[in-house]
């Protein structure tokens, strides 16, 4: 089936310091999604793009959608404890509409830990 | 409580037995949708279903079973256990298809001993 290749694949950093992430593919998609995953509990949707070349924000949070619309990037800017789980990101390929069902591709995660 | 709801949340079973797992929202949503979670893989659509008595397959479906007669219900069922279906599973849903993305629900954790 269909990859999203997510890197890096875990991280360690200091809180307070800012992180980056990304989602690569040979694939072309139509949204990107970003989803956190908290310990035991689902994913929670944090940004949604739909546009190339879009960059949105949510709090400490910005993502991009790439302009090949083969990529999609995450960062994070001042870390804190609570930022650690798993994110994971989620493309919806152009053909994958199918009875008005979106689809999504999800990549592997990247784990994030925060040391205090 | 609104929302989507996962239940058992834990279950051991053995191979070769019949279990069901069950999801139950509370917006109304007509779409459904059933993943698993495996390391290395990430997250992978089993079922989803557009609206009641509606069903498609995804990405791996074989060795489950789905059924959708009411909107806010969605049971997955393995009909014989196998030690490859040991994983969690995620149930979703969403408005409009799923444009906006799906909410999840807190997942069942699945050992097939």
Not at chain 1, 106 to 116: D, E, I, Y
Not at chain 2, 20 to 48: A, V
């Amino acid at each position: 089936g269909q990859q999203l290749n997510q890197s890096p694949q875990s991280m360690f950093i200091q809180e307070g310091e800012d992180v980056s992430m990304n989602c690569t593919s040979s694939s072309i998609f139509n949204t990107w999604l970003w989803y956190k995953q908290d310990p035991g509990e689902g994913p929670v949707l944090l940004i949604a793009l739909y546009k190339a070349g879009e960059l949105t924000s949510n709090g400490r949070l910005t993502a991009q959608f790439g302009i090949t619309r083969k990529d999609s990037f995450l960062n994070i800017s001042a870390s804190i404890p609570s930022d650690v789980g798993i994110y994971f990101c989620a493309g919806q390929l152009y053909e994958s509409t199918t009875s008005g069902t979106y689809k999504y591709i999800f990549g592997t995660g990247t784990r994030l830990k925060v040391l205090a | 409580d609104a929302g989507i709801t996962q239940s058992p949340r834990y279950k051991i079973t053995e191979t070769g037995r019949q279990v069901t797992l069950m999801c139950h929202q509370t917006w109304s949503h007509s779409y459904m949708f059933w993943y698993r979670q495996d390391l290395g893989h990430g997250l992978r659509l089993i079922y989803y279903s557009a609206a009641a008595d509606i069903t498609d397959k995804g990405e791996v479906p074989d060795g489950y079973v789905v059924s959708r007669s009411k909107t806010e219900n969605f049971p997955l069922t393995l009909e014989s256990a196998t030690r490859s279906q040991t994983s969690v599973y995620f149930c979703a849903s969403s408005e409009g298809g799923g444009f906006y993305g799906y909410t999840f629900g807190s997942g069942t954790r699945l050992t097939v001993v």
